[in-house]
């Protein structure tokens, strides 16, 4: 059956960010999908939620409450896996962000922080986790990033270089890791997750954002985790080097933040 190409049994993952948003949602699609997974982000009550909703599918959750700006707590997340569960198939680097910052006022500092963020925190996990799967022998990693990273829009210079930066970075990560390592990324577009809460509470704004996105809705987490347990699953396994494009289907930015010209 095709369908069982997107199974994940017996398999073992880590999702960063995982408390909310996209991380708890492809963290509890990968345990529907026969997954035991470590769940981390800063928030231990988000995690319990999760690992609770984890518990629902008959799977394994590990909690483990971390500050990941910290590339080495990060990293720990690898131990973590191979400590708890024995093993270690599957890494969501999902971790990340950085607030929209007009260009003249993002310092390098604000720059770098970015970077740090969303692609060393990547890095870190992904090179900690490459023995324990290189011994198993195969693994996926999946990256989070961003249409910000390909398409331009103002105040997202620190973001959608670091998204941008990350995209690459997948690149070339899949040749380095190649044949038994896949690492693909996602570039994900407007989805309803509490960083776009203020948006989408404003009718008038959601409204226009869904007229400039060409499938007229904001994505939903699910729609992101889906294409996680494709990408982690053997129904990827001809995909490696890949960011695949989640995004309603956009070309230009469905929100624009008003800053005027200098």
Known sequence: MILDRFRVDGKVAVVTGSGRGIGAAAAVALAEAGADVVLSSRTEEDLAKV????????????????????????????????????????????????????????????????FRFNVSSAHALTTAAAPAMLESGSG????????MGRIAGRGFAAYGTAKAALAHYTRLAAVDL???????????????????DIVVANPEIKAKMEAATPLHRIGEPEDIAATVVFLASSAGAYFTGKVLEADGGLQIPNLELGLPDL
């Not at 190649?178 to 776009?196: E, F, M, Q």
């Open 178 to 196: 190649a044949p038994k390592i896949r690492v693909n990324a996602i570039a994900v577009g407007s989805v309803a997750t509490s960083a776009l």
């Open 140 to 147: 996926a990693v999946v990256n989070i990033s961003s249409n």
């Open 51 to 114: 690992a609770a909703r984890i518990a629902e599918t008959g799977r394994r959750a590990h909690v483990v409450p971390a500050d990941l700006s910290d590339a080495a707590a990060v990293a720990a997340l690898a131990t973590a896996a191979v400590d708890t569960f024995g093993r270690l198939d599957i890494v969501v680097n999902n971790v990340g962000g950085t607030l929209p910052r007009p260009l003249l006022e993002s310092t390098p500092e604000f720059l770098e922080e970015a």
